[in-house]
């Protein structure tokens, strides 16, 4: 029941806090089937909230053993389909706790249910698939012994964030085709450790075909700037929040594998381009942000212009609770994988509280009902005001300037889908006119 709640609440949260949310490969989850869901992690705990709201079946979760020492947590965990698994640093007598929890994990395949696990091991904000710890297989072959006739699948799920520690960004989660365990293979005393050794190996090259993977991470900065080129030519809609189409994924990761496999010699060419130009839109007071912001029309300005003030009092009524919800997320973050983290689950919470303040306001008589219902009107609109904000460019032009980056040799087959490919002066040229 109370994860059932708990869903319909962060659900909810999840479509404000983010801009676009792209489910992709759902189908592979299927009702009535053990499922190991064996996923990246870039980010603290967004992507498990994300997956239990969007996802078809109901998962369980194995987490860090120390936040259930808690004793107000603790039910909450429990109650939300949460396992403990302790560390080395959490003392020995907690991991003699961890048999009992991978017991009970062993009892929600046997169970013919779904078990996240981020078989990374570790978070990191990275784009690219680190390597892979052995447990998810520990655990298929821990059930696979009690049940040889159960089948087991590994689904590789991919989490792909533009900027999990910023406000009103993308998600992209793509669920991948299943791996069907060999029962008779992983628990064979002969041939468990060849299967392992190859089923981790399986596992992670399906990860990756799902994640957008950079190996060249040195190469991470230029690739941003490469994904700004592509959405000046290639904006996305607002609508709808959440879609299931992997269209941007797809081209994002077709952008990362050309850069990895770009000669050295090509990379510093586009390098000094980009540079040369992004010189070029800050003397001209822009940049590659501004350049993927349409030009606003005659409707555009009529949103913008009616819809400044009631956005405003949206924002001014919800400044108290999601201003300490910021304040606290950056004091207590202790890493930028667990900011954004931080910051969504503190900006609930203080919502929620700000809200029952109101309530008791109302239920003592201080403040009229229709202030309260007034609130949320206006946050819910604010909220949406600002994505359509974000949207346009109300004033001047974008860029001004003369010279852009060039489109000739053999940097107009590297990246066929962006502006790179095409003569970039007259695209931008045309974009500002």
């Known amino acids: 029941m109370l994860y059932k709640i708990f869903k319909v609440i962060v659900t909810f949260s999840l479509k404000l806090y983010f801009r676009k949310i792209d489910l992709s490969g759902l189908p592979y989850l299927s009702e009535g089937k053990a499922q190991i869901l064996a996923s990246n992690h870039p980010s603290g705990f967004l992507e498990p909230l994300i997956m239990a709201c969007f996802f078809p079946r109901p998962l369980y979760f194995l987490v860090r053993g120390d936040v259930f020492e808690n004793r107000f947590l603790k039910p909450v965990l429990t109650g939300t389909h949460q396992l403990p698994i302790y560390r080395f640093k959490d003392g020995f ?27 990374e091991g570790s978070t990191k904000s990275i784009k690219m698939v680190r390597p892979l710890q052995k447990g998810f297989i520990r655990l298929a072959a821990d059930a696979q012994s009690s049940n040889p006739e159960l089948p087991i699948e590994i689904v590789p799920v991919g989490i792909n964030f533009s900027d999990s520690t910023k406000f009103a960004g993308d998600v992209m989660v ?44 040195s190469r991470l900065k230029v ?55 992004k010189k070029e839109l800050k003397a001209s007071n822009s940049g590659l942000e501004k350049l993927t912001l349409k030009k606003a029309g005659i409707l555009q300005y009529v949103v913008f212009i009616l819809g400044l003030l009631p956005a405003f009092a949206g924002y001014l009524l919800h400044l108290m609770p999601l201003g300490l919800a910021l304040l606290l997320a950056k004091k207590n973050a202790t890493s930028k994988e667990f900011f954004g983290s931080i910051r969504f689950v503190l900006s609930i919470v203080a919502v929620f509280v700000y809200y029952m303040i109101l309530i008791s306001l109302w239920a003592t ?69």
């Not at 007598?93 to 078989?119: G, H, T």
């Not at 980056?405 to 962006?418: C, E, M």
């Open 223 to 277: 690739m941003e700037d490469v994904f700004l080129l592509e959405k000046i030519q290639n904006s996305r809609p607002l609508h709808p929040k959440v879609s299931h189409d992997d269209t941007f994924l797809q081209t994002s990761k077709h952008i990362a594998n050309r850069m990895d496999a770009m000669e050295e010699n090509i990379f510093l060419e586009l390098k000094e381009e980009l540079k040369d130009f």
């Open 174 to 217: 793509r669920v991948g085709k299943p791996v069907l365990v060999d029962s008779a293979s992983i628990i064979s005393g002969s041939e468990s450790a060849q299967y392992t050794n190859y089923l981790l190996q399986n596992t992670y090259e399906k990860l990756q075909e799902n994640v957008i993977h950079l190996a060249e991470q």
């Open 365 to 433: 008589g201080i403040l009229p009902g229709y202030f309260i219902l007034l609130c949320v009107i206006l946050g819910y609109f604010a909220r949406y005001y600002y994505d359509f904000w974000q949207e346009f460019v109300y004033w001047g032009k974008p860029f001004s300037g003369g010279t852009t980056i060039k489109s000739g040799g053999d940097l107009s087959q590297i990246f066929p889908n962006t502006l790179v490919k095409i003569c970039i002066r007259k695209k931008f040229n045309n974009a500002i006119s």
């Open 93 to 119: 007598s907690k991991l003699r706790e961890n048999k009992s929890s991978m017991e009970a994990a062993s009892q929600v395949l046997l169970d013919k249910k779904c078990l996240l696990i981020f078989a």
